[in-house]
């Protein structure tokens, strides 16, 4: 009996000896681990379990190919476990096709017999078996990869991204700060402007941005008067290209909207009584409620003839005046140029061709300001309220036409408050001094396309869209 054993420990130390030597001749890793004392085959299964990797055992690139699998070979009835684990370094030129033969030669000196042959492909039965190189290489294209997309992430965080129409478009108050229209009349707009081409005035066009996106900064312009330089800021391009898109869109504007639905195209008197508020029960026949309205502007140069002409003695300082218009269900029908702030109301009706849109019947009403009754064509009537002249006071029926009076002029009023809530008009820039006209219209006419202000068309303007 200790003869069998002493030849089963002389064979398994051969057996260490020959696969040590296997293992430098083929350059593999230089540690072997090799466990003898094994139990017997009937009880490997229960034991094999229990036993615990080193923790020196890792899975990394080349040990993929060689290790993290157990051989078992039969040595006079007994089983050698043979574990490979990875030292510190292993040689990268490390051959594949050398290593399976010494995996070969190994199971050859450790059986007894013959040994079919076993690829070191088919000894690992890994699927996913690649090589070294390309590990690494796959390694170093991500890690590139990986840098590229955080330098791409850091510039996306610096970079500023242009204001658009897209993030206020839904929000109701932020459409009305910046432009004062809905997203729906913006649309109108935006969708009648888009069937004509634009004629840029610098001669160019500034593709990077969209005609939505130009249209909003147009209004912006209008609305807020906000710097050339803050509107380049915020929509991220130059200030010419600004002041090419604002100047053209003013001039589009004024061309679709003012000369194409409200120049020359005063309602008639049957259009406005079917939409005539119950504060003209008086006055059936009103056509029109006009009024002069002023907006300041910067000193005109040096010119004291200029200076003395648009110097208003109302207003105390520069002005330019324009008489506007609204029809009694308070939408704006009319209005005229801008004249110098000197110019008195009744000069600017009788330059303007105001008078010559009226027919026979018709009744104008108007404040102290308008005695225009030597100009009025045949037919026409003029309701302004009476003169106090010499008299003390007024008689009850004077008072009471007062009221009457200014209770249906108030809606000129509020339509000339709401053009003035464009900001530009505040004081009219001096690189938009030349198309001051064409924007004061402008801007009465995107008056239009916001809420009315009597309650009572609003209403019937609900009631209509249900």
Same mark, same amino acid.
């Given at each position: 009996?200790?003869?069998?054993?002493?030849?089963?420990?002389?064979?398994?130390?051969?057996?260490?000896?020959?696969?040590?030597?296997?293992?430098?001749?083929?350059?593999?890793?230089?540690?072997?681990?090799?466990?003898?004392?094994?139990?017997?085959?009937?009880?490997?299964?229960?034991?094999?379990?229990?036993?615990?990797?080193?923790?020196?055992?890792?899975?990394?690139?080349?040990?993929?190919?060689?290790?993290? *699998?157990?051989?078992?070979?039969? $040595?006079? +009835?007994?089983?050698?476990?043979?574990? &490979?684990?990875? /030292?510190? @370094?292993?040689?990268?030129?490390?051959?594949?096709?050398?290593?399976?033969?010494?995996?070969?030669?190994?199971?050859?000196?450790?059986?007894?017999?013959?040994?079919?042959?076993?690829?070191?492909?088919?000894?690992?039965?890994?699927?996913?078996?690649?090589?070294?190189?390309?590990?690494?290489?796959?390694?170093?294209?991500?890690?590139?990869?990986?840098?590229?997309?955080?330098?791409?992430?850091?510039?996306?965080?610096?970079?500023?991204?242009?204001?658009?129409?897209?993030?206020?478009?839904?929000?109701?108050? *932020?459409?009305?700060?910046?432009? $004062?229209? +809905?997203?729906?009349?913006?649309?109108? &707009?935006?969708? /009648?402007? @888009?069937?004509?081409?634009?004629?840029?005035?610098?001669?160019?066009?500034?593709?990077?941005?969209?005609?939505?996106?130009?249209?909003?900064?147009?209004?912006?312009?209008?609305?807020?008067?906000?710097?050339?330089?803050?509107?380049?800021?915020?929509?991220?391009?130059?200030?010419?290209?600004?002041?090419?898109?604002?100047?053209?869109?003013?001039?589009?504007?004024?061309?679709?909207?003012?000369?194409?639905?409200?120049?020359?195209?005063?309602?008639?008197?049957?259009?406005?009584?079917?939409?005539?508020?119950?504060?003209?029960?008086?006055?059936?026949?009103?056509?029109?409620?006009?009024?002069?309205?002023?907006?300041?502007?910067?000193?005109?140069?040096?010119?004291?003839?200029?200076?003395?002409?648009?110097?208003?003695?109302?207003?105390?300082?520069?002005?330019?005046?324009?008489?506007?218009?609204?029809?009694?269900?308070?939408?704006?029908?009319?209005?005229?140029?801008?004249?110098?702030?000197?110019?008195?109301?009744?000069?600017?009706?009788?330059?303007?061709?105001?008078?010559?849109?009226?027919?026979?019947?018709?009744?104008?009403?108007?404040?102290?300001?308008?005695?225009?009754?030597?100009?009025?064509?045949?037919?026409?009537?003029?309701?302004?309220?009476?003169?106090?002249?010499?008299?003390?006071?007024?008689?009850?029926?004077?008072?009471?036409?007062?009221?009457?009076?200014?209770?249906?002029?108030?809606?000129?009023?509020?339509?000339?408050?709401?053009?003035?809530?464009?900001?530009?008009?505040?004081?009219?820039?001096?690189?938009?001094?030349?198309?001051?006209?064409?924007?004061?219209?402008?801007?009465?006419?995107?008056?239009?396309?916001?809420?009315?202000?009597?309650?009572?068309?609003?209403?019937?303007?609900?009631?209509?869209?249900?």
């Amino acid at each position: 009996m200790n003869r069998q054993s002493n030849e089963l420990e002389h064979s398994t130390e051969s057996f260490f000896t020959k696969v040590r030597d296997l293992l430098e001749r083929y350059n593999l890793p230089d540690i072997l681990s090799l466990q003898t004392n094994l139990p017997t085959k009937n009880r490997w299964k229960n034991t094999r379990e229990k036993i615990q990797r080193p923790e020196t055992y890792r899975v990394e690139s080349i040990t993929r190919k060689l290790c993290h *699998k157990l051989h078992l070979h039969r $040595t006079n +009835k007994r089983w050698v476990l043979i574990m &490979i684990r990875k /030292t510190k @370094q292993l040689d990268n030129s490390y051959d594949v096709q050398e290593s399976e033969e010494a995996v070969r030669e190994t199971e050859v000196a450790a059986g007894d017999g013959p040994v079919p042959a076993v690829t070191m492909t088919e000894a690992l039965d890994h699927s996913y078996y690649r090589s070294c190189e390309s590990l690494v290489q796959e390694i170093m294209k991500l890690e590139q990869h990986i840098k590229s997309l955080e330098q791409e992430i850091e510039e996306l965080k610096t970079k500023k991204h242009p204001f658009t129409i897209d993030q206020i478009i839904d929000c109701e108050k *932020k459409m009305l700060m910046y432009t $004062t229209l +809905k997203a729906d009349m913006f649309n109108i &707009i935006d969708a /009648t402007l @888009q069937r004509f081409p634009l004629n840029y005035v610098d001669g160019w066009t500034p593709g990077a941005i969209s005609r939505r996106d130009q249209l909003l900064m147009t209004l912006m312009k209008l609305k807020l008067n906000s710097p050339i330089l803050d509107l380049a800021e915020r929509f991220c391009t130059s200030k010419a290209t600004i002041h090419n898109i604002v100047t053209t869109h003013i001039f589009a504007l004024h061309e679709v909207f003012f000369e194409g639905m409200i120049d020359n195209k005063m309602p008639s008197l049957l259009k406005c009584k079917s939409s005539m508020p119950a504060s003209f029960g008086d006055f059936s026949c009103c056509r029109l409620v006009i009024d002069a309205t002023e907006v300041t502007q910067d000193v005109p140069g040096q010119d004291m003839n200029a200076q003395s002409h648009t110097y208003s003695s109302y207003k105390n300082r520069h002005t330019v005046k324009s008489v506007t218009g609204v029809a009694p269900n308070g939408a704006v029908v009319y209005v005229s140029k801008l004249y110098p702030g000197s110019t008195s109301d009744v000069a600017i009706v009788d330059h303007s061709n105001m008078l010559a849109q009226l027919s026979p019947g018709d009744m104008i009403l108007a404040d102290k300001g308008f005695t225009i009754h030597s100009l009025l064509p045949s037919g026409v009537h003029l309701n302004i309220p009476p003169f106090l002249k010499d008299k003390g006071q007024y008689t009850p029926a004077e008072v009471q036409m007062c009221r009457k009076i200014a209770r249906s002029r108030i809606h000129i009023e509020r339509v000339n408050e709401r053009i003035k809530n464009f900001e530009i008009l505040s004081h009219i820039p001096q690189q938009f001094r030349h198309i001051s006209t064409k924007i004061f219209q402008v801007c009465s006419m995107l008056v239009n396309f916001q809420d009315p202000m009597i309650t009572e068309i609003a209403e019937n303007f609900a009631q209509n869209q249900q």
